[in-house]
């Protein structure tokens, strides 16, 4: 139990000290890269001196030491090629140590809510929601229904008598006398306009004459 406590920050901790070890080592090789560059440098100048100097011999031993700088800076190049393996190693395995942790401490923490989630707790209180539900439902249906004299009404006969009202109602509008709408008049060309004799008043003769006719109908 304990080693499992403790175990992984002591990992961790192992880990990143490994990595700054390298780090550092890795840089001590860049800085005698750099020296032994310039002093293979150093040893062509001379070489090119003693060139000059016609001394052939002193140039011969400059390029030998100068070749021997250069194999060394090619170790060391192998040297930082294989730390840099090792720190991507190292990374890499790292990150999935980390991964991994995380993952398992999920999974723990899902177990660990499982288990204080029954399938049964859930039954029950789904069973409780119910029933709640239910019962909630059947105080609003009390709440609604009708009480007193409204409850003793016929729902189908005063549906009839409102169809009744709405009959007699209809029948009303029917029998009012409906309004004429008024005309208009359209206008007629002038050349077309027809002429009506005009109307003759009644004379004291045709009085008479109407009445001599009613009594001869007689």
């Known amino acids: 139990m304990f080693t499992r406590i403790f175990g992984k920050p002591k990992q961790e901790e192992n880990a990143v000290a490994t990595l700054d ?3 550092e080592t890795l840089e001590m090789l860049e800085k005698k890269e750099k020296v032994l560059l310039k ?4 040893e062509v100048e001379k070489a090119k001196e003693f060139t ?8 011969i031993q400059c390029l030998k030491r100068k ?3 250069e194999q060394q800076v090619e170790q060391l ?5 294989r730390i840099h393996d090792q720190m991507i190693m190292l990374e890499g395995a790292k990150a999935t140590t980390e991964t991994v942790d995380a993952l398992r401490t999920g999974a723990a923490a899902m177990k660990a809510m499982q288990k204080a989630t029954n399938i049964d707790d859930v039954d029950k209180t789904m069973d409780e929601i119910n029933e709640q539900t239910e019962n909630m439902k059947q105080i609003q249906d009390a709440l609604s229904a009708p009480i007193g004299a409204a409850a003793d009404y016929d729902e189908d006969e005063l549906e009839a008598e409102l169809e009744e009202l709405e009959g007699a109602e209809l029948e009303e509008q029917l029998l009012q006398p409906g309004t ?3 005309t208009t008049s359209v206008p007629i060309p002038a050349g077309r306009q ?3 004799p005009a109307r003759q008043h009644n004379t004291a ?3 008479e004459l109407a009445a001599l006719q009613a009594e001869m109908a007689l």
């Open 39 to 42: 002093k293979a440098a150093a």
């Open 180 to 182: 004429t709408a008024p």
């Open 194 to 196: 027809q002429v009506r």
């Open 67 to 69: 070749r021997l700088y």
């Open 52 to 59: 000059r100097a016609k001394n052939k011999r002193a140039a």
């Open 21 to 23: 070890k390298l780090n």
């Open 205 to 207: 003769e045709d009085d």
């Open 77 to 81: 190049g192998n040297f930082q090629l």
